[in-house]
Structures are given as structure tokens and as C-alpha cells.
């Protein structure tokens, strides 16, 4: 009996609580896929936040990953060559002012091609679409007639004029989202005596915050990056942004790397803060979007 009870313990069927996890040959290559990737996006990275610790010297003899001597020379450059203090605050002006009144214009354009009815919406709304086909360096040179004709030249608001009627892209965004709206809410505020301008801003807009913040912070990181912009419509130094800054450290015959890199990363500053203020917000807005 006792021998009995003894085999039938040992051949109990394992808890389900303590089953180990058999992994496929699918998720052993996504896993693969995934560790490939970050290493490819991390590892440059880590390597210029090294290097920009480094001197010249260093840099060039490439001896090792590491640097023999740890120095802050070459931040101290980024902040005394050039006035980037001021080029950070042309930025952020550049890129606030044009991202959010690009994307609130496109919001405006999007109620009207969604919820307005006028004759030839179909046709505004066809010729907004064929729009996002037109490259972007073909707008340069009428872009810069105009500027130069309204005497804006080497001023922020020649990169913030272009963008304030909005986009293409965010104006079909926009109302893609607004069609789900439900059209009673529209009804009902005519109803009630609303105008379009109260409906807009009372009904509409509060309901499509969480898309136009996604657009938001990806304008802003989009003009802040922008390198082609500045260079054109930008002359003197006290006007440039900070990723037209670092083009000055690029000599003719040498280029001071360290320094180049250590001012890269403190140009990413600005974009990683507003990410991670704003984290919450666009996993919101994208959620929204999705379900939608």
C-alpha cells in the first residue's frame, strides 16, 4: 500500500502554476530581431556620449573605447564658439510657435472638410490629399521669393509663416478622427443655437486634444531637428537653431568632432524633455486613434 501511494505521488501531474514556458522558433527570432535592433540604436549612441568626453587627441589615435582623460573642454566649446544659449531659445521658439500653430490651423481645416457642408468639399479635400505627393525641397525657392518680398529674411518667422496654415498630412489626421464623432453632438448644438465657431472650440476640439498633442510633439521634433530651413532663410548667427549651430564647427580643412558630437547631445536635450513630459499624452493619443 505504502509503495502504491509512493508511485502515485512521484507521477502527479506537475501545477499549472509552475509549467515552464516553452518558447517557439517565432520568438526566439523576434527576441533575436529585438536585441539586434537595440544594440544597432543604443550602442552609436553610448559611443558619442563617450567620445564627446574625449580630447581631440583621443579621438584620433582611437586606441581604445574608452577615453585616457575625462574632460568637459569640449561642452565648454559648444557654449563659448558659438551662442548656443541663444539657439536654443530661437529653437524652441521656432519649433513651439510653428508646431502648435500649424497643427491648431490644421485643426480648423479639418472641422470644415469633416463637419461644415459647402459646395466643392469633395474637390478642397481631393486637392489637399494630391498635396502631400509635392517633395517638399520643390516649396523652397517660392517659399524664400515670398519671404524675401515680405522682407523676412534671417528672421524666426520665416521658418514659422510656411507652417501656420498647417498640413496636409495633419489636416487628413485630424479628420479622420472628427468623422467618428458622432454627427447629433453637431445637430444638437445647432439646435441650441451654436455657431460654427462655438461648436469648433466647445464640441470638436476638446475631443481631438489627444490627436493634435501627438501632432504637436511630432512637429516640434520635426522642426527642431530641421537642418535645410536655417540654412536658407537664416543669415547671421544670433538668428541660427541649434542643429544649424553645429554646422560652424565643420572646417574646411578639420573638423572638431568631440566638440561636433557633445553639441549633438545637448541639442537632444530639449526633444528627450518634452518626450518624457509628454510620454503620457501621446501613448494617450495614439490609444484614442487606434481605437478609433
Known sequence: MTSKLIQSATHMPPDSNQ??????LGDITANTILVVLFVVIVVPFIWSAIASFQTPLDFVSGKGFLPSEWTLTNYEKVFTDIPMTRMIFNGLFIAGTASIGGVFASAIAAFCLAKVSFKGRALYLSIVILTMMIPPAVLLIPFYTIMYALSLIDTPWALILPHLTGSAFAIFFLRQHMLTIPH????????????????????????VKGPMSVLIIINFMLHWNDLLGPLIYLNSVEQMTPTAGLSFFR????????????????CIVPTTIVFLLFNRQIRHGLLITGLK
Open 19 to 24: 509549467t515552464v514556458r516553452k518558447f517557439s
Open 184 to 207: 447629433e453632438l453637431h445637430d444638437a448644438a445647432i439646435m441650441d443655437g451654436c455657431s460654427i465657431a462655438s461648436i469648433f472650440f466647445r464640441i470638436y476640439l476638446p475631443l
Open 251 to 266: 572646417g574646411q580643412f578639420a573638423t572638431e568632432y568631440p566638440v561636433l558630437l557633445a553639441g549633438s547631445l545637448v
